[in-house]
């Protein structure tokens, strides 16, 4: 794979050096069970895949490129470049702007760009509508475009899916911006529409069931549609495609799901002309990530720490995951770890981060399961290994911890 140029400070002497060691232990990513730290009262369980992914590093090399080769211009970003506070502080601190939050919203007067301005499109790629207003300024979208080539693959498989003439259902986060993206290149192309997850493609189903209930699916998919979208004949033939962070495995019950509802209405002999046979577009990071993840699912732990941006959908999805068997942590940085009695941490039900006590126990050895999202640096998951083991005084030596591993 491509190699990139990352900053030092995203870097991490030691937990790259375990990913390192799995990497040329296993180059086909065969054995997802997890690496086991042992220092002592502490036991660490590290995922077999985690932290930067390819469209990442892509978009950090460009991006940095950029900012050194362009010294006294305005640059933007259209909004944040991935989901990671850090990331995007440290390009907020060295100049860089954005043109809008994580929603769309403008957070910048738009009139006042000129073409002599560099404006970055993020890793998430971005709406063919938005391209065209950066044209009409006199700004070329493709000159500093860091849009991740798996993006892309999704916008490709639309395409061949329109040309089909099938819809395009989008399995994904309506107001992601991958998903914004996606939903404005595929509705170019086809009838579209977005569903976020199972319960929505249930209803879905029940639209396709149900031809009298046509005035509530507008309701129910009202903002999720692409312009013109007909419901007399717009779901009759359809091809699943996803936001590349989404649960892989919603995304089979959603395709499963389809195609029973479609067998029921027009008969299993004809399926193949109602739904696409397509496979997921997740992309290989959050593959390997769930993979990663269901290998930690394996483990006996007291609790997981999930590290990455609270905004993150591929990170949300590993917590989700994990909390399905442990008290699982999502925090942003080692910072949230207040004490070794008191976390601060984000509730993905709530969307806000809540204070815990009772973090770690007092029985030792303690297990710990320890990961991060696609878009956290090494560097932030080594300062919350070493705030966590920095509790306990008699822990081993990382040197050491790390020569027995190796
Ligand atoms: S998570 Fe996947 S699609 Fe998103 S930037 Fe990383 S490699 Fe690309």
Known sequence: MKQFDIPLLYKSSFISRIKNSRKINDPKKKDFTPALLDFGPIK???????????????????????????????????????????????????????????????????DRLTKDDIVIIPAFGTTLEIESELKNKGLDPYKFNTTCPFVEKVWNRSTQLGNQAYTIIIHGQYNHEETRATFSHSAKIAPSLIIRDFNEAESLCSFILDESKEKEFYQFFKDKLSPGFDFSNDLKRMGVVNQTTMLASETDSIAELLKKTLSIKYGVAEIQDHLADTKDTLCYATNDNQESTYGLSNVNADFAVVVGGYNS??????????????????????????????????????????????????????????????????????????????????????????????
């Not at 895949?49 to 390819?54: D, L, Q, R």
């Not at 490129?65 to 944040?80: A, M, Q, T, Y």
């Not at 008191?342 to 009772?358: L, P, Q």
């Not at 080594?382 to 081993?396: A, E, N």
Request: negative net charge; contains cysteine; glycine residues 4%.
């Open 44 to 110: 660490f369980y590290i995922a077999r895949h985690f932290g930067f992914c390819y469209g990442v590093e892509n978009a950090i090399d460009i991006s940095n490129r950029i900012i050194n080769e362009n010294p006294g211009k305005n640059i933007f970003l259209l909004s944040e470049m991935i989901h990671n506070p850090g990331v995007n502080n440290d390009l907020l601190s060295r100049g860089v702007q954005f043109l809008m939050d994580t929603s769309g919203k403008r957070i910048y007067n738009w």
């Open 313 to 406: 959908s591929n990170t949300t999805h590993i917590v989700e995951l994990l909390d399905q068997k442990f008290r699982t942590y999502f925090i942003s940085s080692a910072d949230k770890i207040l004490s070794p009695n008191t976390i601060s941490h984000f509730d993905i039900n709530s969307k806000k981060e809540i204070r815990t006590n009772g973090f770690i126990h007092e029985i030792e050895p303690i297990h710990i399961i320890l990961t991060s999202g696609a878009s956290c640096p090494d560097a932030v998951v080594d300062l919350v290994l070493r705030k966590i083991i920095s509790f306990f005084p008699r822990v081993k030596d990382m040197d050491l911890v790390l020569k027995e591993f190796e």
